[in-house]
């Protein structure tokens, strides 16, 4: 009641008009509904508003349409975009009938892993924290139609830019081919569009932000503080709604797509996990790279799982263009310490407390709230079966041989191959009604749709090589 009465004193006190009723779709998108301030009452901060759910994909029939976001009052923020002063919060959807978490809702989903983790022996509490990439382009033209299909990209960084007019000029400088990472201004175009990024995010309550260029032309790397589940999810929408605005207000698109160039290193999304038991790291202990056995079998659950955790950690059909063995990306279901080139990293960890996980191969078109709740229920299920990963790969998995490749398991090969994996492989989801049989189908035939609709379009390669038959 008190945390009621305060966002109604908020919202009189600042004269707000507009309260902003935000939830996040299967596919990983916000979605809101908005009511005018003054009509904000008890009951809505309480109960929540009644939405239309048939009109987002994979949730409600027409027949039963009816569903209820309900507002997180903890997780309000005033928008910094809105033209109209406007107060966001962040919303779960709810049963009307019963009240309780609907059941294909990711965010009910992670909140519902982390209620079923704190009933764990092992461990009462995960946190997570996040480096991802992204790309800013200045200029992006996208044609499909039943006589067309063409897409093109143009950035002031990017390999064909010297010899383009841009107003007021060219400016010549850009990252160096062969050290494009990390590169310094003036050949680094963005790093004032990624430092009013991460000023924004501090002004939201977001911090330790780190950010820099990526490893390619027109790509940016930023990270932030971990947190729990559910609010490092949350904290990424943040994050990416802050992105798209930001680069809008410098004449930029920003886009989270997996690999949109096709001669440049992709975007991943590495997934940071550690789990707790009061103070104490679940993780840490005198094993290798001093991790404990549960660490370990943790480890052997991802590694176990890893193809049907690829139909949420790298959800779209974009996404195994990144993931090709032989592009340096990491497509080997190995772990090491501070190995890159791991699907699992150890990353280095001065002091106990900080011992954690690092999941590699996601990208960052994918639901968080799924993607780190399925990361976290293999990991469990590993634990509970007590698996072993086997011994670590303490070499670079980028320089092996094609005949010591070839016995080595690998993440899917495409996003097909990864649904069906989902569609064998589910059960570990199960655990504690975190998931259910009926979120993972409705996914699967969302996300099949999704490749029905790339195989039925011709390719512009294809007319290049057919043709002239």
Known sequence: MAEVEAVLEKIRAEKLQMVDLRFTDLIGRWRHTTIDAASVDREILEHGLL????????????????????????????????????????????????????????RSVAARAEAWLARQRTGERVTVGVDLAFFLFDDVRIEIGPTAAAYRLGGSEGRTAGAQAFHPG??????????????????????????????ILGTLGIGRIQHDHGAAPLQNRMSFAAGG???????LQIFKYVCHQVAASYGKSATFMARPLADEPGSGLAIHQALWRGDRPVFAGQGYADLSPACLS?????????????????????????????????????YAAHNRSAAIRIPYAA?????????????????????????????????DRKL????????????????EVQDLPTVARSLDEALAALEADHEFLLAGEVMSVDLVQAYINLKRREIDLVDTAPHPVEFQLYYGL
């Open 170 to 199: 060219n400016p010549g400088h850009r990252p160096h081919p062969g050290a494009v990472q990390l590169a310094l201004p003036p050949a680094d175009h963005m790093a004032d569009i990624r430092a009013e990024i991460a000023a």
């Open 351 to 383: 002091r106990p407390e900080r011992k954690r996980i690092e999941v590699r191969f996601p990208d960052p078109s994918a639901n968080p709230y799924l993607a780190f709740t399925a990361i976290l229920m293999a990991g469990l299920d590993g634990i």
């Open 388 to 403: 072993e990963p086997g011994d670590a790969m303490d070499r670079n998995l980028y320089d092996l041989r094609p005949e």
């Open 229 to 235: 589940l559910v609010q490092t999810a949350d904290r």
């Open 51 to 106: 939405i239309d759910g048939s009109g987002v994909p994979g949730w409600r029939e027409v027949s039963e349409a009816d569903l209820l976001v309900r507002p997180d009052l903890s997780s309000m923020f005033l928008d910094p975009f809105a033209a109209q002063p406007t107060l966001v919060i962040l919303c779960d959807a709810a049963d009307p009938a019963s009240g309780t978490g609907y059941e294909r809702d990711p």
């Open 298 to 334: 943790f480890i052997a659950g991802i590694i176990q799982h890893a193809r049907a955790l690829n139909a949420f950690t790298n959800p779209t059909t974009n996404s195994y263009k990144r993931l090709r063995h032989g592009a340096e990306e990491p497509t080997l279901l190995a």
